[in-house]
């Protein structure tokens, strides 16, 4: 059979995969360019890997040009880690070039392989083997994938919507860790094809998390917080209101800018200070609200004073009001407007104390 029908033949459904990709990342107008640009270079990685798996095992079957199927044996042991990086570069907010350093390290090891068969080689009948380090490659891999799902879970807000899809990407990773010792080598196969579908599966679920979330500050937003409190009403113990002191005069005198930064900054305070099970929303332009599931009193306090603390070394203000109830004593309406008024209440005493006009703030 031709070559290039068998690939495709074998491979269409990683093609199908990584077209609906790339088509998908040419139409989103949700994600920044340069997260776009570096899907685009996964996705031709990913089909250049799968043409060197596929040209690999056609040289096992002709079993010519061994040094050729060394060649690329030692490409598709550096890929796995590569492409891990590569997402991590990708996903992981801050993620820096050095996340690539053991990559390079790891592949200087699999090139010296194709002489010393140090990591694997080839036998007689031209069957693989494992070198000294033939789990090295595996033992990188599990970490890059550890460290991964570790970050996006801590940058995650910690619901379902977010958790949900860094599981599926965590279950993919595991599987290659798996799979190639329970399948052998015939894993390599569908490698390319399970890394894609983790890959898409998480760019769906991340556009859709985008419908909760808050643009600006990246908290969830005003229809995230109904439909939480509206699910979740017979287990929320508590409801934080706080506002932003003074958004208007630095909007008028700095610039939107100057007041968006402000409000990222104290988004930034808000989070720091929340734990398990308790959810920071922006419900308005300077307007937010803590809502705190399973929470005890002396927890809510804690929190509400590590909100201040935080909010205390930056230089901005905000006044804070909170509600409290127990086994279901008020319900989240009834907190909502309890907090609420004990917000304002802060809220008047701080412009009556800084002597200002408050409609003018």
Known sequence: MNPVLEYFIQNWALVLILLAFAIMLWVTIFLDRKTVRRMYILIV???????????EFRLAETKHYPELRLAMMAIRYSATPVIVAFIIFTLVKRARWYVFLPVVALTVLNVISIWTGIVFGLDANGELVRG???YFPYIAVGIYSFFLVFILIRQSNKQAVEIVPIAFLAF??????????????????????????GLFVYYVFSILQLTTKDALTGLLNRQ???????????????????????????????????GDEALTTLALCFTKATKNKQYVYRIGGDEFVIVCKKTSKADLKLMIKSIKENVAETEYSCSIGYSFAFN???????????????????????????????RLQ
């Open 224 to 258: 995230a917080y109904y439909s939480f409190v509206r699910k979740n009403s017979k287990d929320i113990t508590a409801i934080v209101s706080i506002d932003m002191n003074g958004l208007k005069t630095i909007n008028d005198n700095q610039g939107h800018l100057a």
């Open 45 to 55: 990685f990913l089909f250049l890997l799968s043409i060197c798996v596929y040209t």
């Open 328 to 358: 279901g004593e008020k319900t989240p309406e009834e907190m909502a407007k309890e907090s609420d008024a004990m917000m304002y209440a802060h809220k008047a005493k701080f412009y009556s104390e800084s002597s200002n006009n408050r």
């Open 172 to 197: 993919t990773f595991a599987s290659g860790l798996v799979f190639p010792f329970v399948m052998g080598k015939e894993y390599s196969k569908i490698f390319c094809s399970t890394i894609a579908v």
């Open 132 to 134: 000294a380090l033939g």
